[in-house]
């Protein structure tokens, strides 16, 4: 079983670069590591996916190692509206095994003006 | 596209009550779950299904739990007997395929029971 773990919170200042990291050192083969941002009273909301190397979307990159034992959520230049609580799973997106699917405590990204 | 939607918001009930909360998917998403999220213990999946035959029960805390899917575009997820315990926000989520893909979650019912 994948388990992740990552800082319980984390500080920054608006126009900052954050980095929120995950540890999943028995990541299995087949895992694809995804990130999720929750803000209070709404449901979590997918932010980015991958498998290796480097991923980039409009709101966030995702650099994963080549051993994938860790992954690094970036969010650049963040704002007041950053402030969330982000996720990081692993789990295999082909299976219908969905035991995997562990949302963990979560970081809590609180961004400052 | 409205999204996953869920009824009711919040809810109020006392113990001993039956609650249902329901679900309706995304359109075409044929994977569905139900979790609860509390302070305690964070956000836990209660139970998978995918094609609309329940997957993965084993996040169900007990028998006072049941959830349906009596089609591709409506679940419910049954509380009886109610409990001070079971007081949580109920999320739904779907997502097209199996496994860790991208999951939409719905703005959550707020469940108290006293």
């Known amino acids: 079983l994948a388990k992740t773990t990552q800082p319980i919170s984390m500080d920054s200042y608006e126009g900052q670069e954050v980095n929120i990291t995950c540890s999943h050192n028995?990541?299995?083969?087949?895992?694809?590591i995804t990130w999720y941002q929750q803000f209070p009273s709404q449901g979590p909301r997918f932010i980015i996916q991958g498998y290796k190397t480097k991923v980039t979307n409009e709101v966030a990159s995702l650099f994963i190692p080549a051993d994938r034992k860790s992954s690094t959520l970036s969010l650049p230049r963040v704002s007041l509206s950053d402030t969330a609580v982000y996720y990081c799973?692993?789990?295999?997106?082909?299976?219908?095994?969905?035991?995997?699917?562990?949302f963990g405590q979560g970081t809590t990204l609180q961004v400052k003006p | 596209d409205a999204g996953v939607i869920q009824s009711p918001r919040h809810e109020v009930t006392e113990m001993g009550q039956e609650v249902t909360l329901r679900c309706k998917p995304i359109s075409g998403h044929n994977s569905l779950f139900w979790y609860r999220q509390t302070m305690m213990r964070g956000l836990e999946l209660l139970i998978y299904?995918?094609?609309?035959?329940?997957?993965?029960d084993s996040g169900m805390p007990e028998d006072r739990f049941s959830a349906k899917m009596p089609n591709a575009s409506f679940s419910t997820l049954k509380i009886q007997p109610s409990e001070p315990r079971d007081s949580a926000v109920y999320f739904c989520?779907?997502?097209?395929?199996?496994?860790?893909?991208?999951?939409?979650f719905g703005p959550g019912t707020r469940l108290t029971v006293t």
């Open positions: 989520a779907s997502s097209l395929g199996q496994g860790a893909r991208e999951q939409y």
């Open positions: 028995n990541i299995a083969t087949n895992d694809y």
């Open positions: 299904f995918n094609n609309n035959v329940p997957i993965d």
């Open positions: 799973l692993v789990g295999d997106v082909r299976s219908s095994n969905t035991g995997k699917l562990i």
